[in-house]
Every structure is written in C-alpha cells, then in structure tokens.
C-alpha cells in the first residue's frame, strides 16, 4: 500500500503545481488584456480630446468669417463725433490683436425684439479665469453700436477659443494691393471711409504633444465703402 501512497501524494503535488502555474498563465493574460484594454481607452480619450479641440477651432473661426463678412460702416451720422457709432478697427497688440467693428451680422430670435442686425463686435485676449497662465480669444457682442464708451454698454460676452498662444489678424488694403498689421476707419488719414477687402486669422495653438500648430483662414468683407444714403 504504501508504493500506491506515494503515487497519489506525488499526483496531488504535481495537480497543484500545475493549478498555481495555470494561475499565472491566466494572470499574464489577464495584465495583458487589461493593459491593452486601458491603453485603448486612454487613446480613444485623447483623439475625442484632439476631435473636440479642432472642432473648438473650426467653430471658433467660422464664426469671425461670418461676423467679418457682414461687416459694414456708414457715412450717415455725425461726421464730428470723437466716437463714431460705425467703425472698423483694428490694432497689432502683440500677441493677441484686437479688433473692434460694427457688422451687420447680428441674429435677431424675436419677431417683436426691440432690435436690429446691427450690432457691434469687438474681439480681444483675457486671462482664462481657472488658470492665469493660459489666454483666451474673447467675443463681445453689443447689440446696438453704442453713442458712448462701449466697455460700459450692456453686452454678451463669451470665450470664442481657449487657450491661444497667438491670435494675428491681418487686413488687406486692395488699393494698395498689400496687407497690413493693423486698420482704422476713423482715422483722418490712411484708411479713413473704408474697410479691407479681406482679413486674415492666424490663431497658434499648442496640440496634446506640446507642438505649436498654427490654423489660417480668411473672410472677405461684402462691403468695403461706407454706406451713404441721399435724401431730396
């Protein structure tokens, strides 16, 4: 009997063995499939990320083609005034430029609204407020081209894009046949009565593996004398 006692202890032993090893097969395979699991989640996150940030920008930028497009400025109103009502200006201001315009780009909701699709847009950089370090494109909106100081007039103001390394914006002078780095309607000389035919956006940006992109697009204005309009 004992020969016979042996031989089971030595199979019990070596079914064991043979359980912890099938264990560790199935451990590694297990680390593995999770591994691979986790790692295709991690690149689904960061191409939703890189889809979401592109659409961001796409968004973004048709918007300031189609605000730009309907761009306009008028001759009917007090020539005298110190701040027109109508106006298109445009300042290199470093990193970010600012832009300030009357468009007539403005959706009216209401059939009774107390308003028209005049409005006026400005354009300009402000610190994003979770995080100081990162800048953003801003859109302000005032619905009716303010008499006075437009920076206390009532407006909407929204985040256009965060997070830009760089906005320029670049206006096209068509009798001049060349682009310039900054435009003013008001003033008594240079630009004074008209808009550019066309504007340039360049906006930079940084992408998820730290490279700095660049995105350009462009609008042609509709418009680019001042409207006037004669009464007898």
Known sequence: MRPVSSQMER???????????????MLGMFTMAWSSFSGGLAIKRDSEAINERFHEIRIAMGRMVEDLSSAYISANEDQSLEE???????????????LRFTSMGHRVLWADANESEQTMLAYFEESDQE?????????????????????????????????VKSVQIEYYDWPEKSWREGWDSTAIDGQRGRLPSRVRITVELENEQGDEVKFVTQARLMLQEELKFFTN
């Open 11 to 25: 199979q019990a032993g070596m079914t064991t063995i043979e359980i912890m090893v099938s264990m560790a097969i």
């Open 84 to 98: 027109r009502r109508t106006f298109f200006i445009g300042k290199d201001s470093g990193k970010v430029d600012e």
């Open 131 to 163: 995080d100081s370090s990162k800048k953003n494109l801003i859109r302000r909106e005032n619905r009716r081209p303010p008499d006075e100081d437009w920076e206390n007039e009532p407006a909407e103001i929204e985040v256009l894009l965060r997070d």
